[in-house]
């Protein structure tokens, strides 16, 4: 692992950031963790931020929130990479969503960027069940999505931080587009299954029509872009294209991904997927 670098991690403080910062903090790597409360901030809805977020930095990672799906991310991401370049960035690491024509877009415009570049086509998180989207119909003992009995390769965030870091750090990964899934696929109402079993909990999961999921989005206050952005996920992208496992876990890191049963295990044991009893 090369010592040298200096790394900004935009997203530092989301679900693969964070643990991206951990590894390369652990390995005394240079890391400049880019969210809004960080010094020098950085914020992605504000550009007079990305220069000093840049300044000085090697090697970047880029983890555009909310999605690279959103209208208006290509131009965002072209602008940013511009910047990157001109600042000296020597490469940078995309994360990147499966069948998402608009990420696409965005990846070849890192492709395109004239410095080294590495692509994490990811596959849908399993800690979006713990960490995300799903936690508190996790801890309702219901899971309730417009998605019907569609397979998904479920990729764990921690497969995705071991990638991004030596993609980061270690040369041979340069010109890659490491498409990163989990080793089988699964309904969501089986991974809702098995978080029920490791919990030793009652967990259902409801398929709901896509109209009324957006509609009770709506009513819980929900911005109208995370309403789309849900409602593209799952009525487009989960719709059977990516019904399929990859090896790009095994090409960049020579081991197997993490199965979702252990993930669901080892958070079951951390306690958190069971509801806390109020005391009166």
Not at 220 to 235: H, K, S, V
Request: aromatic share 8%; net charge negative; charged share 25%.
């Amino acid at each position: 692992m090369t010592q040298q670098q200096s790394i900004l991690i935009t997203g530092g403080t989301g679900k693969t950031g964070r643990r991206i910062v951990e590894r390369l903090q652990a390995h005394n790597v240079s890391v400049r963790i880019g969210s809004r409360s960080a010094n020098p901030a950085f914020n992605w809805e504000d550009e007079s931020t990305w220069s000093d977020a840049l300044d000085g930095m090697d090697a970047v990672y880029i983890a555009y929130q909310p999605d690279l799906a959103i209208p208006g991310a290509v131009d965002v991401i072209q602008k940013f990479v511009d910047l990157a370049v001109k600042s000296g960035v020597q490469r940078l690491v995309l994360l990147s969503g499966r069948g998402e024509e608009e990420a696409e877009r965005c990846e070849k415009i890192v492709q395109q960027s004239g410095v080294e570049w590495t692509i994490l086509r990811a596959s849908f998180f399993s800690q979006n069940f713990s960490e995300g989207f799903f936690m508190e119909s996790i801890l309702a003992g219901e899971v309730i999505l417009p998605v019907d009995d569609v397979k998904e390769p479920f990729i764990d965030v921690d497969d995705i931080a071991d990638v991004a870091v030596v993609a980061l750090t270690e040369d041979g990964h340069a010109g890659k587009l490491y498409e990163l899934t989990g080793a089988r696929l699964m309904t969501f109402a089986e991974a809702t299954a098995e978080i029920a079993e490791a919990t030793g909990r009652e967990i259902n999961y409801i398929q709901v029509p896509a109209e009324a999921y957006k509609q009770g989005m709506r009513d819980a206050g929900m911005p109208e872009e995370i309403i789309w952005l849900a409602d593209y996920l799952f009525t487009t992208v989960l719709d059977g294209r990516n019904e399929s496992t990859c090896d790009g876990v095994q090409q960049a890191l020579g081991r197997e991904p993490r199965d979702f049963s252990d993930y669901a295990r080892d958070v079951a044991a951390t306690g958190i997927w069971n509801p806390q009893e109020t005391v009166s």
